[in-house]
């Protein structure tokens, strides 16, 4: 017998609308597998049963009321937001015990999007201090860890979602991307992880980012999941900084998903611009062996020397601290914070505004130089992390806030480029080690050309399928 959570979204999504699931059974299915999991994967800090409850009853109102053609697009799929953006009525943490009490009075506008699509919200993710590390662990919550190895990290900072997806306990998440965050524990957890478009899902009403770092995005089993959600996500709103062109009249996300992406030129290379970084074996073999893929795909792939300039990542430091600086801390509320957030502060407390504007202005100059040998090529292909998932602690087990972060750095040597040039970017669950961990590949596209990457990342999933691959968990 099929289980619910062995369906993808799209599969749960049609058995709604035939009336062989109904929303209900959907929705307790996954809050029962929470109840009884998620103290094993740390992948939710809110659970909100009953307010998916009363969603999924609304959903089977509608299968009633409504015409076919007037059912939302996600009516009665389960699917969590991550505790950074707000759902109304219900505790934003932010992962802070400096925020520990704290409520959205209204919904993020993407959520809104989602709610009125006709998702089921089973509750708010696991993510680190406002999202500030590459790994999960807060004062708040248990740390998220990957199902496949759970001596080991989920990834940050979207880790709780992608331990949800890859444990069964959602069929798809949001999560969001500012340095890697979606990418990050999409590849030590085996799933797809797409951060779109600079500026292609707004960050209203609250969401700011000169830069146009951070964009919300989903994390799935499959690359169709994923374009399904996104298709629900994108949108702008007035005020914001960056808009992208919208699809041509009549396309989706989804629907380049579905069409081969045609002979590409693909470039490659696996230098990192963060100094003294050196790949893990099991990466190189994932990165050859996607290298492989997309060459008997038929694909012109070329290798290229590193695009980014060494004094990239001490830019970005710059912008990341000052990022922290800027996070709503409460009044009070600066003693319970974390260590490294403390630290990031700091430091940014030390950069003069214009000693800021010299790091943003090199961070424009460094991506110019790139993109101008970046867009001669349909995709480029990296790994996405320099190793294969580490353990729970790693980063904080030297006891010093510099080195851990040093130990973030060196870790995510490679996700941060294209929140920096705003390109479209993937993780893809194409490899598994010896010791059955994923390593993920990363490919990214030119800017505002979702279509070319779902399509392409569509494409390597037929010729080498991976939701067949489940962690021992994901039966329990």
């Given at each position: 017998?099929?289980?619910?959570?062995?369906?993808s979204?799209?599969?749960?999504?049609?058995?709604?609308?035939?009336r062989?699931l109904?929303?209900?059974?959907?929705?307790?299915?996954?809050?029962?597998?929470?109840?009884?999991?998620?103290?094993?994967?740390?992948?939710?800090?809110?659970?909100?049963?009953?307010?998916?409850?009363?969603?999924?009853?609304k959903?089977?109102?509608?299968?009633?009321?409504?015409?076919?053609?007037?059912?939302?697009?996600?009516?009665?799929?389960?699917?969590?937001?991550?505790?950074?953006?707000?759902?109304?009525?219900?505790?934003?943490?932010?992962?802070?015990?400096?925020?520990?009490?704290?409520?959205?009075?209204?919904?993020?506008?993407?959520?809104?999007?989602?709610?009125?699509?006709?998702a089921?919200?089973?509750?708010?993710?696991?993510?680190?201090?406002?999202?500030l590390?590459?790994?999960?662990?807060?004062?708040?919550?248990?740390?998220?860890?990957?199902?496949?190895?759970?001596?080991?990290?989920?990834?940050?900072s979207?880790?709780?979602?992608?331990?949800?997806?890859?444990?069964?306990?959602?069929?798809?998440?949001?999560?969001?991307?500012?340095?890697?965050?979606?990418?990050?524990?999409?590849?030590?957890?085996?799933?797809?992880?797409?951060?779109?478009?600079?500026?292609?899902?707004?960050?209203?009403?609250d969401?700011?980012?000169?830069?146009?770092?951070?964009?919300?995005?989903?994390?799935?089993?499959?690359?169709?999941?994923?374009?399904?959600?996104?298709?629900?996500?994108?949108?702008?709103?007035?005020?914001?900084?960056?808009?992208?062109?919208?699809?041509?009249?009549?396309?989706?996300?989804?629907?380049?998903?579905?069409?081969?992406?045609?002979?590409?030129?693909?470039?490659?290379?696996?230098?990192?611009?963060?100094?003294?970084?050196?790949?893990?074996?099991?990466?190189?073999?994932?990165?050859?062996?996607?290298?492989?893929?997309?060459?008997?795909?038929?694909?012109?792939?070329?290798?290229?020397?590193?695009?980014?300039?060494?004094?990239?990542?001490?830019?970005?430091?710059?912008?990341?601290?000052?990022?922290a600086?800027?996070?709503?801390?409460?009044?009070?509320?600066?003693?319970?914070?974390?260590?490294?957030?403390?630290w990031?502060?700091?430091?940014?407390?030390?950069?003069?505004?214009?000693?800021?504007?010299?790091?943003?202005?090199?961070?424009?100059?460094?991506?110019?130089?790139?993109?101008?040998?970046?867009?001669?090529?349909?995709?480029?292909?990296?790994?996405?992390?320099?190793?294969?998932?580490?353990?729970?602690?790693?980063?904080?087990?030297?006891?010093?806030?510099?080195?851990?972060?040093?130990?973030?750095?060196?870790?995510?040597?490679?996700?941060?480029?294209?929140?920096?040039?705003?390109?479209?970017?993937?993780?893809?669950?194409?490899?598994?080690?010896?010791?059955?961990?994923?390593?993920?590949?990363?490919?990214?596209?030119?800017?505002?050309?979702?279509?070319?990457?779902?399509?392409?990342?569509?494409?390597?999933?037929?010729?080498?399928?991976?939701?067949?691959?489940?962690?021992?968990?994901?039966?329990?």
């Amino acid at each position: 017998m099929t289980h619910i959570h062995e369906l993808s979204a799209e599969r749960q999504l049609a058995a709604v609308r035939r009336r062989e699931l109904s929303p209900g059974e959907i929705t307790s299915h996954y809050l029962d597998r929470i109840s009884r999991l998620d103290n094993h994967v740390g992948a939710f800090i809110t659970v909100t049963a009953e307010l998916a409850e009363r969603q999924a009853q609304k959903a089977e109102e509608r299968l009633v009321s409504d015409t076919p053609a007037e059912l939302p697009p996600l009516l009665g799929l389960p699917l969590p937001v991550k505790d950074l953006d707000m759902v109304a009525g219900v505790r934003c943490t932010s992962g802070s015990s400096a925020c520990a009490e704290q409520f959205a009075s209204t919904d993020s506008a993407f959520v809104a999007e989602l709610r009125h699509a006709g998702a089921v919200f089973l509750g708010k993710t696991n993510t680190p201090e406002f999202g500030l590390s590459c790994y999960t662990e807060n004062d708040i919550a248990p740390a998220a860890r990957t199902p496949w190895d759970l001596t080991r990290s989920a990834g940050g900072s979207s880790g709780g979602a992608a331990a949800a997806v890859a444990a069964g306990l959602a069929p798809v998440a949001q999560g969001s991307d500012g340095g890697g965050s979606i990418r990050i524990p999409a590849s030590v957890c085996g799933l797809v992880g797409l951060k779109p478009t600079r500026g292609r899902v707004t960050a209203a009403p609250d969401g700011f980012d000169l830069l146009g770092l951070a964009v919300a995005g989903p994390i799935a089993r499959t690359v169709a999941d994923a374009a399904l959600v996104l298709d629900t996500m994108a949108g702008n709103r007035p005020g914001d900084y960056y808009v992208p062109p919208p699809l041509p009249a009549g396309e989706t996300f989804r629907s380049y998903a579905a069409r081969e992406p045609g002979q590409l030129r693909v470039a490659r290379f696996c230098r990192t611009h963060v100094p003294g970084v050196e790949l893990h074996p099991d990466v190189v073999a994932a990165y050859d062996d996607a290298t492989g893929a997309l060459t008997a795909l038929g694909h012109h792939v070329e290798e290229i020397t590193l695009p980014f300039d060494p004094s990239l990542a001490e830019r970005f430091t710059v912008v990341w601290a000052a990022m922290a600086a800027t996070a709503p801390v409460p009044e009070q509320g600066e003693d319970l914070l974390r260590p490294l957030t403390r630290w990031l502060r700091e430091r940014a407390t030390r950069t003069s505004a214009a000693d800021y504007v010299h790091a943003a202005m090199g961070v424009q100059q460094a991506v110019r130089s790139a993109m101008s040998v970046l867009q001669d090529y349909d995709a480029v292909l990296t790994p996405t992390l320099a190793a294969p998932p580490v353990p729970v602690g790693y980063f904080t087990a030297g006891g010093d806030v510099a080195e851990e972060f040093q130990r973030m750095m060196a870790f995510t040597p490679f996700t941060a480029m294209y929140n920096l040039t705003g390109q479209p970017a993937v993780s893809l669950p194409l490899y598994w080690n010896a010791a059955g961990l994923p390593i993920g590949v990363m490919l990214a596209c030119r800017p505002n050309d979702e279509a070319t990457l779902l399509s392409l990342s569509a494409q390597l999933e037929a010729a080498r399928p991976w939701s067949g691959r489940i962690p021992p968990l994901w039966s329990v």
